[in-house]
């Protein structure tokens, strides 16, 4: 289980970081490295927003299929399985 810090919560989870290193931008492709040195059965992932467009297609390249549930409301991120 890995909380990947959606996108669209940068300005309070990363308030005060350099947005050069701290940007979903800048971590997307860290974030997948790590993700791939786990060699997991099941991977679990909290405040993703960017489910369609980054990590379904990562994770079908390795095999996973992915399962994304938004949070309720007016929020956009939530949490994918794979």
């Known amino acids: ?7 669209t919560h940068e300005d309070k989870t990363t308030r005060g970081l350099d947005p050069e290193i ?3 931008g800048s971590r997307c492709m860290k974030i997948a ?3 791939a040195g786990w060699d997991a059965d099941i991977v679990c992932l909290q405040e ?9 297609p990562l994770f079908l ?5 992915g399962l994304f549930k938004k949070r309720p ?9 794979f």
């Open 1 to 7: 289980s890995y909380n990947v810090l959606a996108e």
């Open 22 to 24: 701290a940007s979903f």
């Open 33 to 35: 490295d790590e993700l």
């Open 48 to 56: 993703v927003d960017h489910f369609s467009d980054f990590y379904e």
């Open 61 to 65: 390249q390795r095999g996973y299929r």
């Open 73 to 81: 409301n007016d929020k956009v991120d939530g949490c994918a399985t």
